[in-house]
């Protein structure tokens, strides 16, 4: 059973920044792993993402301000927030994906103020 560990929320200021970690347990693969938000009133959204071989992939709202990452081949990835804007708040949930099964964290909230 895979595990996620999420960590690094919390409230900050527009145009402040945060990092995200996302630690990964319960198995020996390399696992596709990502970022997920979730608003209030709003779906979960994709934000940030890197399969096993190394591709990144960000949305466009993110572009320029976000940066992901893994730690070497760790399944650990870090999610790091530049600039971040108030439509930048909400839940912030990792994801990993191994043989087409989807496995979350419990989410950590960030909060940025105006």
């Known amino acids: 059973q895979v595990q996620l560990v999420e960590s690094g929320g919390g409230l900050v200021q527009a145009g402040g920044s945060l990092r995200l970690s996302c630690a990964a347990s319960?198995?020996?693969?390399?696992?596709?792993m990502g970022w997920y938000r979730q608003a209030p009133g709003k779906q979960r959204d994709l934000v940030a993402a890197?399969?096993?071989?190394?591709?990144?992939n960000l949305v466009d709202s993110v572009k320029g301000r976000f940066t992901l990452s893994r730690d070497g081949n760790k399944n650990t990835v870090y999610l790091q927030m530049n600039s971040l804007k108030p439509e930048d708040t909400a839940v912030y949930y990792c994801?990993?994906?191994?043989?087409?099964?989807?496995?979350w964290g419990k989410g950590t909230l960030v909060t940025v103020s105006s």
């Open positions: 890197i399969t096993s071989g190394g591709s990144i």
């Open positions: 994801n990993a994906n191994i043989r087409g099964t989807n496995y």
């Open positions: 319960g198995t020996i693969f390399r696992l596709d």
